[in-house]
């Protein structure tokens, strides 16, 4: 059974940083790309970053690019989401995702989330 288990949430200044860790398990982890969403309130889900399985290639949404990265352990089973320069439109409740292909089609596993709050 697939867990994920994000940490590291909190209240955090504007301009300040703040990482996020997420601990997996169940899974044969150097085989899993993994993937950080955010929801903020009234909105949408929205995909965040994006790291391979090895951790060699990287995606970011535009809105964070440049201020937050994305990085694995595999060794550990951990992702983390390095976030700096903070901005009050990222606070947002942020989850640790990964995905596999399944005869019945693609299977999303998610986390339950942790909270980021940007203000002063």
């Known amino acids: 059974q ?3 288990v994000e940490s ?7 301009g300040g940083s703040l990482t996020l860790s997420c601990a997996a398990s169940g899974l044969t982890f150097n085989a899993f790309p993994m993937r950080w ?3 903020a309130p009234g909105k ?3 995909l965040v970053a994006f790291i391979s399985n090895v951790g060699g290639f ?7 690019q440049g201020r937050f990265t994305i990085s694995r352990d595999n060794s550990r089973h ?3 989401l390095q976030m700096n320069a903070v901005k009050p439109e990222d606070t947002a ?3 640790c995702n990964t995905y596999e292909g399944t005869s019945r089609g693609a299977v999303d ?10 203000s002063s």
């Open 93 to 95: 409740k942020y989850y």
């Open 109 to 118: 596993y998610w986390g339950k989330g942790t909270e980021v709050i940007v």
């Open 8 to 14: 590291g949430g909190g209240l955090v200044q504007p």
């Open 2 to 4: 697939v867990q994920l």
């Open 44 to 46: 949408e889900r929205e």
């Open 58 to 64: 990287t995606v970011y949404a535009d809105s964070v």
């Open 37 to 39: 969403y955010r929801q």
């Open 78 to 80: 951990m992702v983390y």
